[in-house]
């Protein structure tokens, strides 16, 4: 008799089960992954460079892509007007491929903060800014941000003044999201790798600033 | 040629799917707008289940006020949020009275 999966979404079938994050979370899948992957390895259909050369390609794409996009378009106004209206178009300018359906780039103005979320799973633009960071993939975060998100923004030290409008984007389906932070003084003044060094990915996600809201 | 335009008032339908649905439950049942068309994609609900998840189907953005979503939301009054959903998930909703 196959037991019962025992983490099978089981708290999305049953509200009343607490929630648990992490890999605890999903004891049966982790588990059932790593056993197929052990048996992939034994019957020789996959080698270790074969896992190996898949993670490294997952790694490579990293903050600092995310970071030049965001420099340039603090520095070349008629840059970010095209990253604005074509997101992945303009990535690929700077030589970066958006391998997801299409990148959604929503800029943070003195009226407007935006932050992303995906409640239902991980969603997160991969391919430009490499692994979401833990607390992104965390139950906590995905269901408080869009239900709270003000609150989720104080705990990160982020204060939006009431007048400004806070607008949650919730990653939910084929397109994946960066945030452009508001641009600090004197951009056009500073030199370009200064800017990158600014940006943090925290900034490109929404939940940290460059310089706070006045 | 989508059958929404940005602008466009829609209400979430709840189509009672199981499984590998895109559309979160904090969502059905409310009107928002139309923020943009996204273009036509693979179905997921299909996709999920190793099948081609074809004819693909018309994604957009819709935007909803925070207050329409949790009646009882403690944030700014003009907080919003902006999400995903497909095609068959909407259904034209009356302009405002």
């Known amino acids: 008799m196959t037991p019962e999966p025992i983490g099978y979404s089981a708290d999305a079938v049953d509200p009343s089960r607490p929630v648990v994050e992490g890999h605890e979370g999903a004891d049966y899948y982790a588990l059932m992954t790593e056993a197929l992957h052990k048996i992939l390895l034994e019957k020789q259909v996959l080698a270790p460079a074969d896992t190996d050369r898949v993670i490294a ?3 490579a794409p990293n903050v600092t892509w995310g970071a030049r996009i965001v420099a340039q378009a603090w520095k070349d ?4 007007a095209r990253l604005l209206a074509d997101g992945s178009a303009a990535a690929r300018e700077m030589g970066y491929t958006i391998k997801e359906a299409k990148l959604v780039v929503v800029e943070n103005t003195a009226a407007l903060h935006n932050i992303i979320v995906c409640t239902l799973c991980s969603c997160y633009p991969r391919s430009l ?3 979401p960071p833990w607390w992104y993939i965390s139950k906590n975060y995905r269901a408080r941000t869009v239900r709270e998100p003000r ?5 990160f030290g982020v204060a939006i003044p009431p007048p400004m409008e806070v607008r949650v984007h919730d990653s939910n389906a084929d397109m994946r999201y960066l945030v452009l932070p508001k ?13 990158v060094r600014l940006v943090t990915r925290n900034m490109l996600i929404g939940t940290e600033l460059v310089e706070p809201y006045r | 040629m989508p059958r929404f335009s940005p602008g466009d ?21 409310k009107t ?5 068309y996204c273009g036509a994609y693979p179905n997921p609900e299909d996709l999920a289940f190793g099948r081609p998840g074809l004819p693909v189907i018309d994604l ?9 979503l949790w009646p009882d939301y403690a944030g700014a009054q003009g907080d919003t949020l902006e999400i995903e959903v497909y095609d068959h998930w909407l259904e034209p909703a009356g302009p405002l009275t």
Do not use: C, M, N
Request: proline residues 10%.
């Open chain 2, 60 to 68: 957009y953005r819709v935007h909803f006020p925070q207050t329409a």
């Open chain 1, 57 to 59: 390609a997952l790694e």
């Open chain 1, 129 to 131: 800014l490499g692994q």
């Open chain 1, 151 to 155: 609150a989720v923004l104080a705990e």
């Open chain 2, 9 to 29: 008032r829609v209400t979430v339908l709840d189509l009672g799917k199981p499984g590998h649905v895109r559309i979160p439950w904090f969502i059905r049942h």
């Open chain 1, 77 to 80: 106004p008629s840059y970010k």
């Open chain 1, 183 to 195: 641009a600090p003084l004197h951009t056009t003044e500073r030199p370009f790798e200064d800017l």
């Open chain 2, 32 to 36: 928002g707008r139309i923020e943009r």
